[in-house]
């Protein structure tokens, strides 16, 4: 980590090095040393469409829902090819109880991206909360195809 420090301060205007340091303090579990670094990162590149998912993704798991919704959005608007951010989007609608916006963002992922089973899964969990059981074992019947190990 010492190495990261050294070279953000030799180096301030350097965002992938902030990002690079997230990454660790994530993987090391330092949720809020990997919030700063990532928004020290977008503060001098606002276009890392990747680190917007990443901090989106630190901020759902900190049920920090309206955050990750604004993260996850920023990607989109940045990378609109990226099914995982309109997916894990959708996550965090779902978490707020928002599901007619979750239904969107999943149905925009899946638009993107057809075969992830994962998002069939999770919108399935959705077509299940809202009592649309057909629908919800087409999503869950289609996840097992795409992933029949998981």
Known sequence: MRDYD????LSPQQAGLYAWRGALEEEQGDVTAALEDYGEALQRDANLDGIL???GRLRLQANMLDEAI???????????????????????FVRKGNFDAASASFDAALQVEHDVAWIYSERGQLY?????????LADYSEAIRLEPES
């Open 6 to 9: 050294d070279a953000s301060g």
């Open 53 to 55: 998912n990443r901090r």
């Open 70 to 92: 604004a993260d996850f959005s920023e990607a989109i608007r940045a990378n609109p090819r990226d099914a995982s951010s309109y997916a894990l989007r959708a996550v965090a």
């Open 128 to 136: 299940e909360k809202e009592k649309h059981f057909p629908q919800a």
